[in-house]
């Protein structure tokens, strides 16, 4: 049976609270907790450094903290990520010169592996990195910003993505960012991915166990 994994992206929190908001999704059900970088560089946006990491870890959170770098170069902050209390690190293949040396750096400094693909990169770039990888993180949105739409086209890459999986068999968790719902969390499952990044949907409620709480109830009625 697989187990799924929700993982709140904190870039929804109230930052105000950031510690108080990670104890509390937690608290409501959330496995992991999601920490989305953001450079300004790659991305059109400016977000969050190693020291807020630090500051949660420190603050007393002991669930994992999946970073999510979107960054560009990837390896130093690789380091201090993982100095910072970092459990995963996924990084995006364009933002690299050497992919599979900043894998194996991820791993060096004793985390979990990812490599994240936006909505047009292309599945070839996880040829020859099997090995290397723990964590495939499918954008479901073009990286940048919170709250965006999610675009269902991604289910065909989301697909084929766990065909090549299950084809080199790998256990490698597939996780899928952007736009996740309680209304399409299902479909996304279907689809292949195991682990659901969202910020919005839960921390824009009133009340988060009721927004997860329903999220596992929906992924319980999958039949396949």
């Given at each position: 049976m697989?187990?799924?994994?929700?993982?709140?992206?904190?870039?929804?929190?109230?930052?105000?609270?950031?510690?108080?908001?990670?104890?509390?999704?937690?608290a409501?059900?959330?496995?992991?907790?999601?920490?989305?970088?953001?450079?300004?560089?790659?991305?059109?946006?400016?977000?969050?450094?190693?020291?807020?990491?630090?500051?949660?870890?420190?603050?007393?959170?002991?669930?994992?903290?999946?970073?999510?770098?979107?960054?560009t170069?990837?390896?130093?902050?690789?380091?201090?990520?993982?100095?910072?209390g970092?459990?995963?690190?996924?990084?995006?293949?364009?933002?690299?010169?050497h992919v599979?040396?900043?894998?194996?750096?991820?791993?060096?400094?004793?985390?979990?592996?990812?490599?994240?693909?936006?909505?047009?990169?292309?599945?070839?770039?996880?040829?020859?990195?099997?090995?290397?990888?723990?964590m495939?993180?499918?954008?479901?949105?073009?990286?940048?910003?919170?709250?965006?739409?999610?675009?269902?086209?991604?289910?065909?890459?989301?697909?084929n993505?766990?065909?090549?999986?299950?084809?080199n068999?790998k256990?490698?968790?597939?996780?899928?960012?952007?736009?996740?719902?309680?209304?399409?969390?299902?479909?996304?499952?279907?689809a292949?991915?195991?682990m659901?990044i969202?910020?919005?949907?839960i921390?824009?409620?009133?009340?988060?166990?009721?927004?997860?709480?329903?999220?596992?109830?929906?992924?319980?009625?999958?039949?396949?």
């Open positions: 697989t187990y799924y994994i929700i993982a709140p992206s904190l870039l929804a929190a109230d930052f105000a609270r950031l510690g108080e908001e990670a104890e509390a999704v937690l409501a059900g959330a496995d992991v907790l999601h920490l989305d970088v953001m450079d300004n560089h790659y991305v059109p946006n400016l977000t969050v450094g190693p020291l807020v990491c630090a500051a949660l870890r420190k603050f007393g959170i002991k669930a994992p903290i999946d970073v999510h770098l979107m960054v170069p990837v390896d130093h902050l690789i380091d201090k990520f993982a100095e910072a970092a459990t995963n690190i996924s990084f995006h293949p364009e933002a690299s010169l599979d040396r900043s894998l194996d750096l991820i791993r060096k400094n004793g985390c979990k592996a990812g490599l994240a693909l936006n909505p047009a990169t292309s599945l070839n770039h996880l040829d020859y990195l099997w090995d290397k990888l723990d495939i993180l499918i954008m479901s949105v073009n990286p940048g910003f919170g709250g965006q739409k999610f675009i269902s086209s991604i289910l065909d890459k989301v697909s993505t766990k065909k090549l999986i299950n084809a068999n256990n490698i968790r597939l996780a899928v960012d952007g736009g996740i719902t309680i209304d399409n969390i299902a479909t996304v499952a279907k292949g991915a195991d659901f969202a910020g919005s949907a921390f824009n409620q009133s009340n988060y166990a009721t927004v997860i709480t329903e999220m596992r109830n929906q992924l319980e009625k999958i039949i396949f």
